[in-house]
């Protein structure tokens, strides 16, 4: 078992280069202006230009541009958003949050998970077996990002029951339509 769990950790390594270097490669080996865009309707300043081009490294060759990418990763350095705000703030303020969703959603996930596994294993084949096995494949077939709007349009906007949004001190009490989607 000690094998197998170092023989996956140790393949997540080449996954990992790999995932971000494509996604690296597809973001910036797109033909055009990587600053079209980003300063509203009129074309980015020569001095912005600059200073990024500078900032991001991006008049060396690609594989350098990465492999600088990669070192702020590895360090921390997550990057700015456009408005000059570290990602890495963003994170830290969101982080305890999404523990307790994290925690939510584990508590909810193991109590609905054993209870059916419990009853679809006191009769195989039986009506509950089948019914858990059904529930099971139609809610894996709903995407999230769909079950979540929905819970949230339903049970927040037009019955009222819950919050609809999810405030940034959340109790556990607000993640609990959250932690079950």
């Known amino acids: 078992m000690g094998r197998y769990v170092l023989r996956r950790l140790l393949q997540l ?7 971000t270097l494509l996604i690296y490669w597809l973001v910036w080996s ?10 509203g309707e009129r074309p980015c300043s020569p001095g912005f230009v600059a200073s990024m081009t500078e900032k991001y490294h991006l008049d060396d060759p690609l594989p350098l541009q990465y492999l600088h990418y990669m070192g702020n ?16 703030d963003i994170i830290i303020q969101a982080y305890p949050n999404t523990l307790k969703l994290a925690t939510m959603a584990l508590v909810i996930e193991a109590v609905i998970g ?23 494949l139609f809610l894996l077939a709903i995407p999230t990002f769909v079950s979540g709007f929905l819970l949230q349009f339903f049970l927040g906007v037009q019955l009222g029951i819950i919050n609809p949004t999810v405030s940034s001190d959340a109790p556990f009490s607000e993640l609990i339509v959250p932690g079950f989607v």
């Open 13 to 19: 390594i080449p996954v990992f280069f790999g995932t």
């Open 30 to 39: 797109v033909p055009g202006d990587p600053f079209a865009g980003k300063c």
């Open 73 to 88: 990763l590895l360090t921390g350095d997550f990057g700015e958003t456009f408005g000059q705000r570290p990602i890495s």
């Open 114 to 136: 054993l209870t059916a596994g419990v009853l679809s294993g006191l009769r195989r084949n039986g009506f509950l077996d089948n019914l858990v096995l059904v529930s099971t």
